[in-house]
């Protein structure tokens, strides 16, 4: 602390001297007037700069204070030009606050312009990293919309039951499922069914059309279902229209239920002239055989459960079918469509066999082409012909197919014969789910913003004195920076900034809520200016903006500055919400600062006027009233001419204490003209205490106010020591069980945070998220990378086997990995090579082709052997001899790998589309036809992009996806460095990646927020210290808020950063309003610390409570998420932010806190006498014009006067002031007074009573009253005398009289500044 208090010092001298060089001051002038009024202000007295800076720092100049230089000259600076702007807003108070509301309405118009962006990839997804290179470059190669969707039913145990794997619950799966397949959807005029949306594996095409057609109509949509280890599986497939044979081939109708593909075939080939070997080999490789006929059926007596089930008609019932699940299920097409236990069933209870015995979930998946491919697949056909086909018409049928599927799966929950639960989701349900929760919810806002209304109506209301009421200022307050947040957020939109769940859901109640604190603050002190009497009525609102407008310009400042600082953090989300937030809090200080002073201008036009709070057109009858006393005529000096005044009577039931004071003076340089009113309030006797009962209206006390509540109760406790120990124990403690909290923070955020509860998502994302886990998920090989040199193909065999290790990674029953393109490719082509072996064994190839017995797999084998790679020599027929397409090591030929490709991709569908390589760039079809003679394989392009699928489980919660993506990002980075450039795809890296650098995001956007806040306070007060201390307290708060979230098991995601990044802007406001106050006040820190909490600890609650008011319709919310990620949050940091900062932070500055700007000789003193604060300013150009001008014009001799009530002050203060110069009239007078002025032209001749001024011309004053009346006049007339002749009027009289006196100087007992 010591060292930090010499940079400070350091510092300063550093600063102070480059200011001097840098700034011309003049030390004879000021920039703005100071009134006579004012030098006798108590607060001038105790909070010096605050007041006056410039005063403060010529004062400090002269050496007759001692202080801080430079921050007195930056404040000063910054007062002058905020004084002019207040009088300025005053003057033009109506035209400012029209323009004013035009440019924030032409702003809000903005807000027709904004979008909501709900995509991931954009939202969550880090700018500039891997993450969007990677997504950009599969979006190059494959194209918007690539890919298919995913539609899952996923089926629990109901109520008290634990076992889905039996019977009657398979049985309602095999229904719904069947219903979801039957779903139709009418769009543009035709029926789309789901076997026109699914995806379909492919057979090769055959010379014969007819043999293709049928083959393609049998191929049905690929389904993953626990179903496909029963016949039932059957009935998903299809399909819709059976299909129709000649009556002689002896077959029913065909679907899959009936479907014995190898007897298909076979009847086909007695029945057509067509070699069906190729369809026979196509089928075996597949594993067709007897697709699902031999499976067992659920329902023996299944009127069409097949005779070749294992359990036909059987008698013998077993209630659970676990077993037959052990060891996964097998697709229509076994060879390919192995689906493994913990794709369809999870929560599996196993027996000492490793048996499966029960399970409390199956899910069947049914996968959708995207948009993409639906557009590629029917673009051009007879279906669409009438049709203006295009990719989006394809994803408004997708949208709509999915939610009828959704509506259908759910319904069957309303069966009275079902007592499972089904559930669904949809990638339709997961977008409409992030649109409306980042939908606007106006009814939450209207309510939160209707009650903070209310609550600015209920502080701002005095029932007891209307005219004195802030209310109507703080309706308009309210409803300003509303308008504020309006117009902020318009300008986002025309600047292109989305909006998002951050935006909806934060920004308009943390952005309203920092706006009504400031409008809090410049209703408050607007108050103390008015009631103090001490401002003229033309100078409210300068000297409101003057001192108030320091604080609220340090506040924005430095919140706008923290956020748009923390955008850049390189997530977007993040990003559009710190520069959403920033620019809201420019706006909202322009409103503050250049706006809303206009309004309270208008409401001190009501007061002078008498007009009632709210309802202006009705004038009051206030107990105590401010008169204004007509303006005189202006009188040649040499006209022997009186000018008389009378003030009308007031009848009050309390003594009053008066000033007489003139009006439009100004005594020293500048052109501010003093008020033609004042602010009126009630007295008690000097010698009683203060109550809230001694006087009703009082604007501290009224009705149990909480400032004389906080000077009553509170501020006597600062002071004791005890209570420091206590609050410094108790916050360490609560550091320290923070610092616990966020230790048991987890990273992420589960999707069924983010749903309503009892709802058809929220069972299935809980159900998804407690038994499957399960994802896809892809390695992604890049173009610069040659793939058929034979070390390559070792290379990505390795890859594919280090990533089949990961044990999130499903892998088969014994335990090997899941083949890949490259080796699916590779048993193809040795299928081929062992046909091609055989024929040459058996004689049927010669040296330069084979025979007609050649069978037509070693044929193409052989056409295969004679490719050379080469286009100058493609062909070479003496390799056939001794070439082998793979070698003994599974390595491909590489000189002709990419004529293999062509050949495997287009020969081999099935096998490619399982593979799900979508290898890019795609090459020339071509398809091997039996019989034909050319030898010539096209050759595919180089490889740009492939893909390896693999299916991961086990990814039950965020902490484990985070696991998954490290272990497989690790092992891509490994072999990148050995040269092949891969990286993985699929949902989890998209959504989740974001988790793995969260943490160090967060530090890096507190650091940068906490930074721009330590540099842009250090720089605008010129105290680091102060700085540093402000810093420690926002940091205490974002810990404390931090290890809060932690302990109500909020996790780390994307919205807990960026509600612990508004912490700091939010925990500037708790403040920084305090030490501002701090360090501008007199006397040492125990003191200041008193006097600082005095004057800001209401306005401060006030705008804290406004702020929950806001936010307390999220409470009601239907999501759990928005009650506990928003609302809970944001009221921790809301009470977190008033304890530090209204009760941690006044004891830490209290303890070693900076010193004033201003100091007394004495750190023990309270306040600075006003008579070391009243300096007499020499003449200037700009003082002697101003004289002239007022001479010039046609103005009263006498400047009209005010008689206005006001506070007694305090008497060391009254003792110092009775001997100054200025103009002064006391009098303490009963509640009925009547005054007259004269003044006339002096002649030698005259009576002797009065006073004689410079220019020859006599002054009188007549008081009376009722009552005993003591009356000390020290005035100095304008345009008629200097500083060397005052007038001095004293009386004292009890019945009704008239009295004149002159040159009295005796003490009064009542002195006022003015």
């Not at 032409?106 to 979008?115: D, H």
């Not at 959403?580 to 006027?609: C, E, H, M, Y």
């Not at 500055?1149 to 306040?1167: A, F, R, Y």
Request: negative net charge; aromatic residues 10%.
């Amino acid at each position: 602390m010591l060292l930090l208090k010499k940079i400070t010092v350091g510092l300063h001298d550093i600063i102070w001297n480059c200011l001097l060089t840098m700034t011309a001051w003049n030390n004879q002038s000021g920039s703005y007037s100071y009134q006579s009024k004012k030098a006798k202000d108590p607060e001038l007295s105790t909070r010096t700069s605050w007041v006056d800076a410039q005063l403060a720092y010529r004062l400090v100049l002269k050496g007759q204070l001692s202080g801080k230089k430079c921050a007195l000259l930056v404040r000063s600076h910054l007062q002058n030009h905020l004084f002019k702007l207040g009088r300025f807003e005053q003057r033009h108070c109506g035209k400012v606050l029209i323009l004013g509301l035009l440019f924030l309405s032409l702003f809000a118009i903005g807000l027709k312009t904004s979008v909501v962006e709900n995509d991931i990839n954009k939202l969550w997804v880090e700018e500039d990293g891997r993450l969007p290179k990677e997504l950009e470059y599969t979006k190059s190669m494959l194209g918007e919309g690539y890919g298919s969707e995913n539609q899952i039913v996923i089926q629990t145990p109901g109520t008290g039951a634990k076992n889905v794997l039996t019977r009657e619950s398979l049985l309602n799966h095999v229904e719904v499922v069947t219903r979801a397949t039957k779903i139709e959807v009418h769009l543009f005029d035709e029926i789309w069914r789901i076997d026109d949306l699914c995806v379909k594996a492919s057979f090769p095409s055959f010379e014969n059309f007819l043999v293709t057609l049928l083959l393609n109509k049998l191929v049905p949509c690929v389904v993953i279902s626990p179903l496909d280890c029963f016949w039932e599986g059957s009935k998903m497939l299809g399909p819709r229209r059976p299909l129709l044979l000649p009556a002689s081939y002896g077959l029913e109708p065909i679907t899959w239920k009936n479907l014995y593909p190898e007897l298909l075939v076979n009847t086909l080939e007695n029945n057509m002239d067509f070699d069906f070997d190729i369809v026979k080999d196509a089928l075996r490789r597949a594993g067709l055989v007897s697709g699902y006929q031999k499976k067992p059926c659920l329902d023996p007596f299944d009127p069409e459960c097949p005779v070749y089930s294992v359990n036909y008609r059987s008698t013998e019932t077993v209630d659970s079918v676990a077993p037959a699940l052990t060891g996964g299920c097998f697709g229509f097409a076994p060879e390919f469509m192995h689906w493994e236990e913990d794709m369809i069933v999870g929560g599996v209870t196993r027996n000492r066999s490793n048996v499966m015995v029960s399970a409390e979930a199956v899910q069947t998946i049914i996968q959708i082409m995207g948009e993409q491919d639906l557009y590629n697949y029917y673009k051009g056909t007879y279906l669409v012909s009438s049709i203006d086909w295009s990719q989006e018409k394809a994803a408004q049928i997708i949208e709509v197919f999915q939610k009828k599927f959704t509506e259908v799966v759910v319904s069957f929950n309303n069966q009275s014969n079902v007592t499972d639960s089904v559930s669904s989701f949809t990638q339709t349900s997961l977008d409409e789910l992030i649109q409306e929760f980042s939908e606007i919810s106006f009814v939450r806002i209207g309510i939160g913003y209707g009650l903070m209304l209310l609550y600015a109506i209920l502080t701002l209301m005095n029932c007891c004195n209307p005219v004195h009421s802030h209310a109507g200022a703080g309706i308009c307050g309210v409803v300003l920076v509303s308008l504020s947040v309006a117009a902020g957020l318009g300008l986002c939109s025309l600047l292109g900034l989305p909006f998002n769940a951050a935006t909806t859901q934060i920004v308009p109640f943390l952005a309203l809520g920092l706006g009504v604190d400031d409008m809090f603050l410049m209703v408050h002190t607007f108050s103390q200016i008015c009631s103090s009497g001490y401002t003229y009525y033309q100078d409210q609102a300068g000297e409101l903006v003057k001192r108030a407008g320091c604080t609220v310009l340090l506040t924005s400042l430095s919140n706008s500055g923290a956020f748009l600082i923390a955008a850049l953090v390189p997530i977007p989300a993040l990003r559009m919400f710190s520069l959403q937030v920033g620019i809201l809090l420019l706006f909202n200080l322009i409103t503050i600062l250049l706006i809303f002073p206009a309004i309270l201008s208008i409401d001190a036009w009501r007061k002078k006027n008498f007009r009632v709070d709210v309802v202006c057109c009705i004038e009051s009858a206030p107990s105590t009233k401010v008169m204004d006393i007509s303006a005189l005529s202006s009188p040649s000096p040499t006209e022997d001419k009186q000018n008389t005044v009378v003030v009308s009577e007031v009848t009050t039931p309390d003594n009053i204490v008066t000033k007489l004071a003139a009006a439009d003076y100004t005594e020293y340089e500048g052109t501010a003209s003093y008020s033609d009113t004042g602010s009126s309030q009630n007295l008690t006797e000097a010698s009683k205490p203060s109550t809230c009962c001694d006087n009703k209206t009082s604007s501290k006390c009224s009705a149990l106010s909480l400032s004389w509540l906080v000077d009553q109760f509170y501020l006597p406790l600062v002071e004791k020591t005890w209570f420091k120990v206590v609050v410094f124990v108790f916050n360490t403690v609560l550091i320290c069980v923070s610092i616990y909290g966020i230790t048991q923070v987890k990273v992420g955020m589960e999707l069924t945070d983010i749903v309503p509860k009892e709802t058809n998502e929220y069972r299935f994302l809980k159900a998804q998220s407690d038994y499957f886990g399960f994802y896809d998920m892809y390695i992604v090989t890049k173009d610069n990378f040659q793939y058929q040199l034979p070390e390559n193909q070792k290379l990505m065999r390795e890859l594919h086997g280090k990533i089949s290790q990961v044990s999130y990674v499903i892998q088969k029953d014994d335990g090997s990995s899941r083949e890949f393109w490259l080796d699916l490719m590779v048993k193809w082509l040795r299928d081929l090579q062992e046909s091609y072996d055989n024929d040459v064994a058996a004689g049927f190839f010669h040296s330069t082709g084979w025979y007609y017995n050649a069978s037509d797999d070693a044929v193409l084998a052989y056409k295969l052997l004679i490719q050379t790679g080469d286009t100058n020599n493609p062909l070479d027929k003496t390799q056939a001899s001794y070439k082998r397409l793979v070698n003994d090591e599974g390595i491909i030929a590489s000189d002709a790998f990419y004529n293999y490709l062509t050949a495997w991709v287009y020969n081999d569908v099935l096998a490619y589309e399982v593979s799900l390589a979508s290898i890019r760039p795609e090459g020339k079809e071509w398809f091997y036809v039996p019989g034909e003679g050319d030898l010539l394989i096209p050759k595919a392009p180089s490889i740009q992009f492939a893909r390896m699928s693999f299916f991961l489980h086990k990814l039950v919660n965020t902490e484990e996806i985070v696991k998954c993506i490290r272990a497989v990002r690790d092992i891509c980075e490994d072999y990148e460095e050995l040269g092949l450039d891969s990286y993985p795809s699929g949902l989890i890296f998209t959504f989740w990646e974001q988790y793995i650098n969260i943490r160090y995001y967060l530090l890096i956007s507190l650091v940068s927020v906490l930074a721009s806040v330590f540099i842009i306070i250090t720089f605008m007060m010129m105290n680091p210290l102060a700085a540093f201390l402000l810093v420690l307290t926002l940091s205490v708060i974002t810990v404390e808020l931090f290890g809060f979230m932690g302990l109500i098991g909020i996790q780390l995601s994307a919205v807990p950063v960026v509600i612990l990044v508004a912490s700091v802007g939010v925990g500037v406001e708790f403040t920084i309003h305090v030490m501002t106050s701090f360090i501008t006040s007199i006397g040492n820190r125990q003191l200041r610390t008193k006097r600082s909490l005095s004057f800001m600890f209401a306005p401060i609650v006030h705008g804290a409570i406004s702020t929950l008011l806001g936010i307390i319709m999220l409470a009601a919310s239907q999501f759990d998420f928005i009650f506990r990620y928003f609302f809970l949050s944001l009221l921790a940091l809301v009470v977190l932010g008033l304890f530090n900062g209204l009760v941690f932070f006044p004891i830490l500055i209290s303890v070693c806190g900076p010193s004033g700007e201003v100091e007394p000789e004495d750190l023990s003193d309270s306040s600075i006498p006003l008579t070391r604060l009243i300096i007499t300013p020499p003449s200037s150009p700009e003082g002697h014009r101003a004289r002239r001008r007022r001479s010039s014009t046609k103005k009263p001799l006498a400047d009209p006067v005010v008689l206005s009530t006001i506070t007694e002050e305090q008497s060391g203060a009254s003792a110092a002031s009775s001997h100054s110069s200025n103009q002064e009239i006391c009098s303490k007078v009963t509640p009925t007074v009547n005054v007259e002025t004269t003044i006339t032209p002096y002649s030698k001749h005259s009576s002797t009573q009065g006073a004689q001024s410079k220019n020859g011309t006599r002054s009188f004053t007549k008081v009376k009253t009722k009552a005993t009346v003591t009356v000390e006049v020290h005035t100095e007339l304008p345009g008629y005398g200097g500083h060397d002749s005052p007038i001095v009027t004293k009386t004292s009289h009890s019945p009704p009289t008239q009295v004149e006196e002159t040159n009295d100087l005796e003490g009064a007992g009542c002195v006022t500044t003015l």
